[in-house]
């Protein structure tokens, strides 16, 4: 009886991030994927036709079909895919006593599930969406999780069951850039969007007379990495409370310095002077976008490798669902094994 993991995907849009390389959703349901296979844990995706998982996975996909319209809250696409998801688990789950755990990676989409037997925990990995429905959550930040704590108060009734565990990526897709010498300017990598501090970045260029280069769309694979290592300075001055920023650490790996408002994820991420900035006046911005050529870019991309590889955040995981599973069947909050660090005696 082997454990069995199965990840409820995004239910608007096929795992196929070639097609769609701008969806963070589909790229966390993506790099879940990728976790699971990486922990050696067996796995089934809940994806819509043409979902397919990372080259050489082990794990299967439960195909929904094709959608009816655009997913929204309790729409009739919404309505539809709870069926179809319903009727996909009491096929696949195993109800054989060996661990299983369900992953709702899309939040509220799977909410109205009924064909979960009691004695499987169903998480919410990787959440960076505005609301929550699980007993068990797993913020990409602390500042995420203070956010979600205060909108919804009602989880004050199952908080210890939570964790804080950062989005990850494969460092081998993000290479170490060119040489500092051959940078070329400024880069902001992201949704065309005022809260997104794209005319802020704008400004900044203009301040500092630095070529600056701003992609909104299209930007994947081997030209992103491009674009992420050619780069003089990553900007990312957004203006709202950041859950995360894949952008921040896929910068970080190219060994290409963030520099960013200092509120949300990024007190988190960034250190003032090693791997970034962060700063809240113009005067501040100028002058990080000045030191940034005097960092240390093999020392910042080891860090990230350090902290944002799938190989340092995937014993977390791992540890999460053991803690999760001994939380569900051995007495909750009491529960004699429930250790999200059971080796921290160890260190």
């Not at 895919?81 to 009491?90: G, N, S, W």
């Not at 897709?173 to 040489?179: A, L, N, R």
């Not at 203009?206 to 990495?225: L, M, N, R, S, Y």
Request: with cysteine.
């Amino acid at each position: 009886m082997s454990p069995r993991l199965h990840i409820l995907g995004h239910p608007g849009l096929p795992l196929d991030l070639a097609s769609h390389p701008e969806d963070s959703q589909l790229f966390n349901c993506w790099n879940f994927c990728q976790l699971a296979e990486y922990l050696g844990i067996d796995y089934a995706y809940y994806g819509l036709t043409g979902s397919f998982l990372p080259p050489g996975s082990h794990g299967i996909v439960v195909e929904l079909g094709k959608p009816t319209c655009k997913w929204s809250f309790r729409n009739h696409w919404h309505l539809t895919y709870t069926k179809r998801l319903d009727e996909a688990l009491k096929r696949h789950l195993n109800n054989d006593g060996a661990p299983e755990w369900l992953a709702s990676i899309y939040g509220i989409a799977q909410c109205d599930l009924t064909a979960i037997p009691k004695g499987v925990p169903v998480f919410e990995p990787m959440l960076g969406y505005g609301t929550c429905w699980t007993h068990y959550r797993v913020f990409p930040s602390y500042a995420h999780q203070t956010f979600i704590y205060t909108r919804q108060p009602e989880t004050r009734k199952d908080r210890f069951f939570d964790t804080v565990i950062p989005h990850f990526v494969n460092p081998d897709d993000y290479p170490m850039g060119v040489p500092e010498a051959e940078r070329e300017g400024l880069l902001y990598l992201g949704r065309k969007a005022v809260d997104k501090g794209v005319d802020i970045a704008r400004e900044l260029a203009d301040a500092t007379a630095i070529p600056f280069q701003a992609v909104f769309h299209g930007a994947a694979g081997t030209e992103k990495v491009r674009l992420l290592g050619h780069a003089r300075a990553v900007l990312m001055p957004t203006l709202y409370l950041e859950p995360f920023g894949y952008v921040a650490i896929e910068a970080l790996l190219c060994g290409t310095p963030v520099i960013a408002t200092d509120w949300g994820s990024f007190p988190e991420i960034l250190q003032n002077g090693f791997n970034g900035f962060r700063c809240r006046t113009q005067a501040e911005f100028v002058q990080a976008i000045k030191a940034c050529g005097h960092l240390d870019r093999t020392a910042l991309r080891a860090d990230a490798q350090r902290r944002f590889s799938i190989a340092a955040v995937a014993p977390l995981y791992r540890d999460y669902l053991s803690h999760v599973w001994q939380i569900h069947h051995e007495g909750g909050y009491y529960a004699p094994g429930a250790l999200r660090f059971p080796n921290l005696a160890d260190n």
